[in-house]
């Protein structure tokens, strides 16, 4: 009995030693994937930034200004003043017909027990 006792316990423990062995190797596995996603993110924020700051580079108003120059031929861009703007009271929203009510469903008591 006490033999039977030694090899369960002795296979326990080897079991034990292998289930601790795959779950370090697991861990391993994902810590390294979690520093993958770090670098990962860490790449797309600096070509976020370097797409910000070519961006702003692109639109700075003195290289719009001497593209709509060069292109004012072909496009016959102008600058824009506040007089091309309307005001709210010229703006002409549609006039909708008011909905004609057929059929009237009466709704108070009717159906209501008690």
């Known amino acids: 009995m ?14 034990l030693a292998f289930w601790a062995y795959r779950e370090n190797y697991q861990t391993q596995a994902a810590l390294d994937h979690v520093e993958d996603l770090h670098r990962d993110i860490a790449d797309a924020r600096a070509r976020l930034a370097i797409l910000r700051a070519e961006w702003a580079y692109l ?22 003043h506040a007089d091309q703007y309307g005001r709210v009271d010229q703006v002409s929203y549609p006039v909708t017909a008011p909905l004609v009510i057929t059929e009237p469903v009466d709704v108070t008591s009717a159906g209501a027990t008690q």
Do not use: K, S
């Not at 006490?2 to 369960?8: D, E, F, S």
């Not at 639109?59 to 824009?80: H, K, Q, S, T, Y």
């Open 2 to 15: 006490r033999t039977l006792l030694y090899v369960t316990t002795f296979l326990g423990l080897i079991g």
């Open 59 to 80: 639109n700075r108003p003195d290289r719009l200004r001497e593209l709509a120059e060069i292109n004012f031929p072909r496009l016959g861009l102008l600058p824009m």
